[in-house]
């Protein structure tokens, strides 16, 4: 985006730190990883990654960024502001964030008195200075500013002149954005607009430049100020620039989406939430359903039209990489968004899908599915084919063949959105250009639990028997559970006929149950990610016994990362 785009929004993802506070979901280093490269190529201006130095996970993650650095987003640090009564720059956590190398940083800083008082157990005044030396020290060392409100719409309420000193003490000391926080969730719609539009009247902001005129903030940390995006300077305490507006709800009333549409609505013009809406609590503004709200509905521009295109890809992808199930009934992204089922309802949209869609569905990336009809996802299937170099045609049976198998295998708890090495293993079976490369004649896995010194730990061995052009192989190895004993096995009973799979090994392995109804019987779907070091592939296996299903996926991972190898060696050799 630039100033000259209309009716820019800043989309603001916090997904890899706020998102991350909710209950059940852990992510590790190369889960934050995928995510963030996901939301870089959807188009999302602004990630926060974590807050450095409040765990190592968060450390390692900036870190690893630095050297593959995202291609389009600024990744973004966060942090409070310095602890009362020590200066910023003796606070050890802000050399941390310093440390993080990011150009950008979010602070957080006390609106609500209550907290100040109740929660910091410091002075009101004490805060502001706060405040005042954290953004000033951080603008000092080349970083530049956005500043969160925590709790602002209750402080705003309970003390409005304190709470706007807060706001004044940060526009001043060079913040160049202010996001309004509900961090409890509790205010409602028509409160949001009135807070906003006092705010803007009372610290004499110009709405009509929240989107469009004044300074741009330039996705390109390397882009010397070129009046687009002056450097934020202070006069007699003032800005030179107004900051510019965001806001940042929680949904703990259902709200959360209509408050930041309210705020957008007002003058606001930097949106932070959450992919699915994830968040400690009940969640944080879901980014799925403000993303083509603002831009479809309202008419403000937050990313290229194909991105957007690819936010149902994007959703379902980060649900399985957090291994939480995708919530079939959510708006836009949903599997179910723009299914029709009723008889009425499917005669009138074969004849003008705008009686029961409010919005296209590829413009977002989903699709309309008739539930009666074996004609759906076809289209999806020649898309996909090609994206793999499949050249398929509708009236190929191979097609239909892959279409088929596809619904069979879903309807069987197979999901291939974050399984597309599984999914293009499927479609060359059905081409007939599947090798394989070995036959399994059975595998027995055997788990001891010992008692260690201090803790229980469990040992595995598993015995494996396979068939490699023609030649019995019997081999046995332990692992520190039953799959890893498993992949062990399997590789060293390959490894002297494929000597690349030597450099293969699983970098993640998830669980998914069911049909929890079902109890310990229950059927699992099991998702491993597999690498060479160079490459990434998930393959996924559905059994209900969970062996079977970690043995399936590990052997998928194996199989197509032969594939690759295969793929790389001939275009050496047509090149050469």
């Not at 100033?3 to 603001?12: E, F, L, V």
């Not at 882009?223 to 620039?241: I, K, M, V």
Request: proline letters at 4%.
């Amino acid at each position: 985006m630039t100033a000259q785009t209309p009716n820019p929004i800043w989309i603001y993802d916090t997904t890899l730190r706020d998102g991350s506070q909710r209950e059940g979901l852990s992510l590790s280093i190369e889960d934050k990883l995928r995510i963030a490269r996901q939301l870089d190529q959807l188009g999302i201006p602004f990630i926060e990654g974590g807050w450095p130095g409040a765990n190592p996970k968060d450390v390692q993650f900036f870190w690893r960024l630095k050297e593959e650095p995202l291609t389009q987003a600024e990744i973004v640090a966060f942090c409070s502001t310095r602890r009362p009564h020590k200066t910023a720059a003796e606070d050890p956590m802000l050399q941390a964030i310093l440390a993080a190398g990011t150009h950008w940083v979010t602070i957080f800083g006390k609106s609500w008195d209550l907290h100040v008082t109740e929660g910091l157990g410091t002075t009101l005044d004490e805060n502001l200075e706060m405040i005042r030396d954290t953004i000033e020290y951080l603008r000092s060392q080349g970083r530049r500013v956005i500043y969160d409100a925590e709790h602002w719409f209750d402080g705003y309420k309970n003390n409005p002149d304190y709470a706007l000193k807060t706001l004044k003490t940060a526009m001043d000391a060079g913040a160049e954005w202010l996001v309004f926080c509900d961090t409890n969730g509790g205010t409602l719609p028509h409160e949001i607009g009135q807070i906003v539009r006092d705010v803007i009247e009372r610290l004499e902001l110009n709405p009509e430049n929240q989107g469009r005129a004044g300074f741009e903030p330039t996705l390109s940390p390397t882009t010397e100020p070129d009046g687009l995006n002056p450097p934020l300077q202070t006069r007699h305490g003032a800005s030179l620039h107004s900051p510019r507006l965001g806001i940042h709800t929680h949904n703990d009333s259902d709200t959360a989406v209509a408050n930041a549409l309210m705020s957008v609505v007002e003058g606001v013009c930097m949106v932070q939430g959450t992919m699915n809406g994830y968040g400690e609590r009940c969640g944080n503004a879901n980014l799925c359903s403000l993303i083509p709200n603002l831009q479809l509905k309202l008419g403000y521009h937050c990313m290229q039209e194909e991105q957007l295109a690819t936010l149902t890809q994007v959703s379902r992808s980060i649900s399985e990489i957090v291994n939480l199930a995708p919530d079939d009934h959510a708006a836009f992204v949903g599997r179910s968004a723009f299914a029709h089922k009723g008889g009425i309802h499917v005669s009138a949209v074969e004849r003008n899908p705008l009686t029961y869609e409010h919005i296209p569905p590829q413009q977002v990336g989903n699709q309309r599915r008739i539930v009666i009809s074996d004609q759906s996802g076809l289209s999806n299937v020649l898309a996909k084919a090609k994206s793999f170099g499949h050249e398929l045609h509708k009236q190929d049976a191979a097609c239909r063949q892959i279409l088929g198998r596809l619904k069979e295998l879903e309807n069987e708890g197979y999901q291939f959105e974050a399984a597309e090495a599984s999914f293009d293993l499927l479609m060359r079976d059905a081409l007939g250009q599947k090798q394989q490369h070995f036959e399994l004649k059975g595998f027995q896995v055997h788990s001891d639990m010992l008692q260690g010194i201090d803790t229980p730990y469990s040992n595995a061995m598993a015995t494996i028997k396979v068939t490699v052009n023609g030649e019995d192989i019997l081999e046995v190895a332990e692992g520190n559970g039953p799959v890893s004993a498993l992949d062990a096995a399997l590789r060293k009973a390959l490894v002297r006929f494929y000597p690349e799979i030597g450099t293969f090994y699983l970098t993640d392995y998830k669980v998914r149950i069911l049909d929890g109804a079902a109890g310990t019987s229950a059927k699992t779907r099991v998702l491993v990610e597999s690498s060479n070091g160079k490459q990434r592939w998930t393959t996924v296996g559905v059994s209900a016994n969970i062996l079977e299903a970690s043995y399936q996926a590990v052997v998928e991972g194996i199989e197509y990362g032969l594939l690759l190898q295969s793929a790389v060696k001939t275009a050496v050799e047509q090149n050469v």
